[in-house]
């Protein structure tokens, strides 16, 4: 795009030209312990591919990764003077870095290996052992015939921005963001909604400690909106990303607040005047009210209100202005406009949080059909002091306390006509409520129904014991259905569970006058949506994918991107800021490298037979190719280039061409690949 | 549209008003039921316990019979069999599917069809049933097109009985938990729909033969549930269900002490007045227990005035708001 970036690379894609002597390849095949071994006769391919053409050397090993077997590489690379190095085993994902760190270490330019991947291709594919072995020597012959062409390369280098981007200011994202800023490096937090804060903000108490929520979370959130290297950015939305690790161009749009943020104080008086109020669906979750300029809570950051103009009587009617004439300072601003704010990126760390599952999918245990079925958010925002009971626990009519109360868990988990994974919080979050109730209304019996107790976390059990000692029922059962069905006079107008209780073998009817649905946790309905925008996947429940569930949690597929808190998976408090923190401290980690190595696999175009076309220049995904009018030819700004081959494919005069991937390395490793096509034991059919 | 048709033996007797509405219905949905000629029992809920085999070579002649019928009729791709009895619906379904999924049961039923000269290929029908083929072929709108006397101001219990979306093999069209089709069926028809929570529980099958105690409860439970929610009838799908519920409510009454009165119609009933029919074009008249005082509600012929909606009164300052629904589910 602009001549800067091209600055920012070193070297060349392509490599100095050489290895021009005789191909001296050595062949070396993995057993992978039993992995490969007991599928693939590995023995007999490596016998096999020492008989090829250009193979020096072909050996079979226990584990080629180990450092002996990479040691006997090196060794071979000086003793037997190999020019060319193959490996037999895994996928290049796993080990490809490995191995080219072993031909570097040997003197042998890295991009001189090619590994053939015998395992997840292979040998976990199938238990029939001739057709493995007969795939393993075709995947060999194709990764020799393309070693013997590949050229040396030289890596590129890009500098790394050192700000960073936070998607979401729930209590990950502002984890993420503090531990950035802390470090000295410049993070731009951005937040779809007025305040930042996320679910965390909702709750009442945490568990297991009880801990007030707000006190533990506000005084991070007064942290990052005084935090000199944090650029706080609510109300808004990222629209588009474009470039890749370390250079991201990034636009956000800042929604208009109708509150001009430089002359408001936070004084609230518009709050308190406008005569509109609105159930409020987001923060309070249905359970209260908002007036159409609104602030989500007290300690709402920053503490500028917003208009919601599709119930704001001016923008609906034209008149009213109630919040305009009663502002001291003149900050309401009816005709402030969407801002479109371009950021410059160097990693991306995205926190966009959970949904809580609708309990009305559920129509059986009566959530929306019958009054006194509430839902855990709900139930959270009622204990909650500043929420619309100031913390009565009472039924739907606001007054009454109630005096039996079914909490139900895994609404929406562990069932696989919803969702089939557990949602990691809810076991300890029920517990948490059956305290509260025990707490609030002293005299209300509890009843608690769970499949398992899930109480694995530092003081987690220790929780359970104590409500179970505060005298909560816990019965074991999923439960059928809750009805105000009744069958006799013991059950009129109550809702009645119905529950198998598991441990003594019986169903039971419960009547109780209140019932918490734990409903669970699940992605975010636009989660695709933002994968798509940010280039990362999702698995099929929505949630994003890390690069390695167990080794890597925190990073994506895609550089530069990074996953942290309940957008990857259900979780609570605790790990959503163990995830923050990481993310934080691998975006800092490659700031502190300040430049990164990258794959020299990128596309040229050769002037001479570029038709200029201009058909690569749309195709593009990464606006790498730019057109010289002058000339009329194309070209690749390499530093922009993710070597994605679209361009190569899709050059009507085959000028374009991808190092590491040039026509003939490929057509060479499909020439391999088939080597036993016209095998005479092979039907070969001639054209008539 | 054209459908192969499977009555059963219920809708030639006791259910027979459940035929008559459903034909008078047709004609005026455009859809056509081709009764599958020379049909024998589906083997109702007993027979696969005494043997099974015969119960499915039982059920497969008349699979074998259906396919063959609409093969020579050109029928529909692929032809599809519509059974109005849940009992009948899921005895076809079944066998179908075990015939499908057992080559070996296949081959034998076939041995046996073969002594008739039939065959059957599993998987050939798509069998359904039919307030599937109503709410998801015909359409709400279709039918909402139809309706020239709307049922306002009756209220209704929907009743689908166990069978219809439970196991649920292959032509599963509603939620088995809590089933919302007749539900939307009945506001499309102008009723009001009360909440039933019993919507999906047992109506006592044949344990009115056999252990009449258990029945009773079980019948005693929904009519007080309907009575509760002060439902103006039941409105059900399956000729078992209509027959318990209706024809031993006097019982329950004498067993139990109580006073029900509650009409329970078919749904293809209430579809034919709405669409203008006469209560004898639909079988009105021929339940145990007499569905007209209830209809006298909407028969009163000239329609009253829809009184003008009230304003909804002034929530009190404490209570909490309710929870939203999707707007199609607000009475």
Known sequence: MSPEHADRTRGSPHGAPGAEQEPRVGVYVCHCGHNIA?????????????????????????????????????????????????VAACSPHMHEKTFRNTCQRAGLNPFLFEMANIRELGSWATDDREAATQKAKAQVKGAVERAVLQRPLDPLYVDINPNTLVVGGGIAGLTAALELANAGYHVYLVERDSSIGGHMAKLDKTFPTLDCAACILTPKMVDAENHPNITLMTWSEVLSVHGYVGNFSVRVRKRARFINEELCTGCGTCVEKCPVRIIDQNFEVGLGYRKAVYRNFPQAIPKYPVIDPDNCT?????????????????????KQKDEIVDLEIGNIILATGYEQFDARTIPQYGYGRLANVFTSMEFERMVNAAGPTAGRVVLRDGVTAPKRVGIIHCVGSRDKKYHEYCSRACCMAALKFAHLVHERVPEAEVFNFYIDIRAAGKHYEEFYHRVLSEGAHLIRGRVAEVTDAARGPGEE?????????????????????????????????????????????????????????????????????????????????????????????????????????????????????????????????????????????????????????????????????GAHFTRDQVMAQIEGILWDARQPEVLWLEPA | MRYGYYPGCSLERNASAYHTSLMAVAERLGVEFAEVDDWNCCGATEFIAVNRLRAYALASRNLALAADQARSTNGADPAQLVAPCSACFLNLSKVDRYLEDSPALAADVNAALAAGGLHYEAGSLRIRHLLDVIVNDVGYEQIAARVNSPLRGMRIAPYYGCLIVRPG???????????????????????????????THCCGGHMTQISRDVALELIRRLLKNAADYQADMIVTLCPMCQLNLDAFQESVNEQFGTNYRIPILFFTQLMGLAFGLSPAAVGIGKEFIDARPALAKIGAAAEPAAPAPKRKPRRSDQGLPLPQMPEEEQP
């Not at chain 1, 693939?40 to 180990?66: L, N």
């Not at chain 1, 989660?527 to 925008?533: D, K, M, S």
């Not at chain 1, 922009?640 to 000028?655: E, I, M, T, Y």
């Open chain 1, 38 to 86: 007991n599928t693939v006769a590995v023995d007999e391919v490596a016998e096999w591919a020492g008989g090829q053409a250009h193979v020096t050397v072909a050996r079979d090993y226990k584990f080629m990764c180990s450092s002996l077997g990479q040691e006997l590489i090196e060794q071979d690379i000086k003793e037997r003077g190999l020019n060319r190095v193959v």
């Open chain 2, 169 to 199: 093999f292959r032509e599963r069209f509603d939620d088995p938990e809590y089933p919302t089709s007749l539900d939307k069926l009945m506001r499309v028809l102008g009723a009001q729909v009360v909440d039933f929570p019993l919507k």
């Open chain 1, 493 to 657: 107008g109550q809702l009645i569970i119905q529950v198998e209780d598991t441990l003594i073998g019986k169903q039971r009817r419960i009547p109780v006058d209140m019932v918490i649905l734990m409903a669970g946790m699940e992605a975010r309905k636009d989660a695709r949506q933002v994968a798509n925008l940010f280039g990362l996947g999702c698995d099929f429940e929505g949630w994003f994918t890390e690069r390695h569930a167990k080794l890597d949690p925190v990073v994506t597929m895609t550089e530069g991107i990074l996953i942290a808190g309940a957008c990857q998976g259900p979780k609570a408090i605790p790990e959503s800021v163990a995830q923050g923190s990481a993310a934080a401290a691998r975006v800092a980690g490659m700031i502190g490298q300040r430049t990164m190595k990258m794959e020299p696999v990128r596309a040229s175009i050769d002037a001479d037979s570029c038709s200029g076309c201009r058909i690569c220049n749309n195709l593009c995904p990464y606006h790498a190719i730019v057109y010289h009018e002058d000339r009329r030819v194309s070209e690749v700004l390499t530093a922009l280039c993710q070597g994605c081959g679209a361009c190569v494919a899709a050059c009507p005069s085959a000028a374009i061409s």
């Open chain 1, 314 to 334: 001016f923008f609906q009617r034209g008149k009213c202005r109630a919040c305009e004439i009663v502002c001291p300072t003149d900050a309401i601003d009816f």
